[in-house]
């Protein structure tokens, strides 16, 4: 009896393990393929960087990175992938924990300092199903009005977005993002967008941004535009639950107006949320989780041609 019933425990173990080896090998087998698919993008990711090469030949190795990830992205099993190794690189992905969107964005530095950003937006739907778009720069071809306005996927601002954040309004989920654009050889730009979803299409903008507690009107999207040199801090801050951002001036009087000679001031402002709306304020004493750091505004100066 004692025999048998070792047998049985014995091969009921056996099947189990079994079983595990058939759910982990499959996955397994994808993640070796995707570490392959990585590695081949890394190696094609040098070119658009390069300044010894064509335009052409970086706008096409572009386009080939793009191609890849919209066939492997629209894998189910690619939405639980990491893709670690393009984290390291100059490829950025946004996403967050509680978000059912991910964002592959990079750029192409064309020889006269100009940059053109490229993506995929990947969204995971029901029952295991992964839609994939594709991102190409129209920075080049915005309205007029585009800070102003909303606008469709074929019209995409273009920047490398560094975070995301979910926010609920209404019945929509909006994805905050927060993004970077080189720009070209005078100037960078930091953005705070959103991005969401009608008729199961992505769009880019949605009214949540305030410049002040006096401002009505929430805007789309908000873009910061400043000297070369600079770094601009713009970041969610979890802690706070608020957007801070790096304030800017001219960096002298007679640059009012002029974006390419604007510089952070060493004070911070920050986007705190206000019913469906996120309304800009001075970081002060007052308002909690101020930033300590410090910016020497003078140093900076240094770098700006008078």
Do not use: C
């Not at 019913?275 to 750091?293: C, E, I, Q, R, S």
Request: proline content about 6%; cysteine-free; glycine content about 4%.
């Amino acid at each position: 009896m004692s025999l048998n019933f070792d047998l049985h425990k014995n091969l009921v173990s056996a099947l189990r393990l079994l079983g595990i080896l058939f759910v982990l090998l499959p996955h397994s087998g994808m993640a070796q393929e995707f570490q392959h698919i990585e590695d081949e993008i890394l190696k094609i990711n040098q070119i658009p960087l390069r300044k010894d090469t064509t335009d052409e030949a970086k706008f096409k190795a572009a386009q080939e990175i793009q191609d890849i990830l919209l066939q492997t992205l629209v894998e189910p099993e690619s939405w639980d992938y990491s893709f670690e190794s393009l984290r390291y690189s100059t490829i950025a992905i946004a996403e967050h924990p509680k978000a059912d969107v991910r964002l592959f964005t990079y750029n192409v530095i064309s020889n006269d300092g100009k940059f053109t950003h490229y993506g995929v937006l990947q969204h995971k739907k029901r029952r295991k199903k992964i839609n994939v778009y594709p991102l190409w720069d129209s920075a080049q071809a915005l309205p007029e009005n585009y800070q102003e306005a909303g606008l469709t996927n074929d019209q995409w601002i273009g920047a490398l977005y560094y975070q995301m954040v979910p926010f609920k309004h209404n019945r929509n989920t909006v994805y905050m993002l927060m993004g970077f654009d080189g720009h070209n050889i005078h100037s960078n730009r930091s953005i705070l967008d959103a991005l969401y979803f009608e008729d199961g299409e992505p769009l880019w903008g949605y009214e949540l941004y305030r410049s002040s507690e006096e401002d009505p009107t929430p805007e789309p999207r908000e873009v910061f535009e400043y000297h070369k040199s600079a770094q601009l801090l713009l970041r969610y801050q979890e802690q706070g639950q608020h957007i801070v951002i790096e304030n800017l001036i001219p960096s002298e009087p007679k640059y009012e107006g002029n974006p390419y000679y604007y510089i952070p001031s060493g004070d911070y402002y920050a986007y705190f949320q206000e019913g469906k709306t996120w309304v800009k304020k001075l970081l002060t004493d007052d308002l909690p989780f101020a930033p300590k750091v410090k910016v020497d505004v003078d140093e900076i100066k240094k770098d700006i041609p008078r």
